[in-house]
């Protein structure tokens, strides 16, 4: 079974923190993702990463920067948090490589972000 | 980026009635279709997926749903639904070749018992 893991389920930090948000996955899957789940909005895209030290701009990349130094490790930071960056955030993995895009995403549980 | 347009935003019925879920997208090239559930507390896990072939596809626990490459939709259906079935189901869509998902806004879905 793929297994993708977060770091933290539950997360309370202050405005103007530096939060890393980690995720791991243990199946060797090239690709990686990062969303945040609100109400009524569904997923959007943060960043994603298709390689090592690839990554890209997805939908909302604004006040979010992301590293990916080994394979299965993706982390999101939030450089300067703010509460309007208060919301759920699903980490995913996915394989084969780029170039077919209809392969599984797998998920992680979710780590819920409180900005105060 | 692809659009993608979730028609309902909560549905509540009794055991055993019908579900049908709409799901419109905005693409006009190839696409990939899929479905995904969160059933409360857990992962959001896939339950089902188009890519080619029969456009009536099946997908775990009873579910299945119809691609109609002419109205831009990939409607969800289950014929009986149980109290389990209680979760919010996403839509998602993506372009062929492209492995980035455009999500829907979700349905949830209460089923009584």
């Known amino acids: 079974d793929v297994k993708v893991t977060q770091s933290s389920r539950y997360l309370v930090k202050r405005t103007g923190e530096k939060v890393f948000l980690e995720c791991v996955q243990d199946?060797?899957?090239?690709?990686m993702f990062w969303y945040r789940q609100d109400p009524g909005l569904g997923l959007r895209l943060i960043y994603f990463?298709?390689?090592?030290?690839?990554?890209e701009k997805g939908d909302i990349p604004e006040g979010y920067s992301v590293s990916r130094e080994k394979k299965e490790r993706f982390s999101l930071i939030l450089e300067s948090a703010s509460t309007n960056q208060t919301s759920m955030y699903l980490c995913?993995?996915?394989?084969?490589?780029?170039?077919?895009?209809?392969?599984?995403?797998?998920f992680g549980p979710g780590t819920r972000l409180l900005v105060l | 980026a692809q659009s993608v347009s979730q028609h309902n935003h909560h549905v509540i019925l009794s055991e055993a009635a019908s579900l049908e879920l709409g799901c419109n997208y905005s693409?006009?090239?190839?696409?990939?279709l899929f479905w995904y559930v969160q059933y409360p507390g857990q992962h959001l896990q896939l339950l089902l997926k188009?890519?080619?072939?029969?456009?009536l596809v099946k997908g775990i626990k009873g579910f299945e749903a119809e691609f109609i490459k002419s109205k831009f939709s990939f409607n969800l259906r289950k014929p009986s639904v149980q109290w389990s079935d209680t979760a919010e189901y996403f839509c998602?869509?993506?372009?062929?070749?492209?492995?980035?998902?455009?999500f829907g806004a979700g349905t949830t879905v209460t089923v009584r018992a």
């Open positions: 995913a993995s996915s394989s084969p490589p780029p170039g077919q895009g209809s392969e599984t995403q797998y």
């Open positions: 199946m060797d899957h090239e690709n």
């Open positions: 990463s298709y390689d090592v030290k690839m990554k």
């Open positions: 693409y006009g090239g190839t696409v990939n």
């Open positions: 188009y890519f080619s072939g029969d456009p």
């Open positions: 998602a869509v993506n372009s062929y070749n492209d492995y980035k998902l455009s």
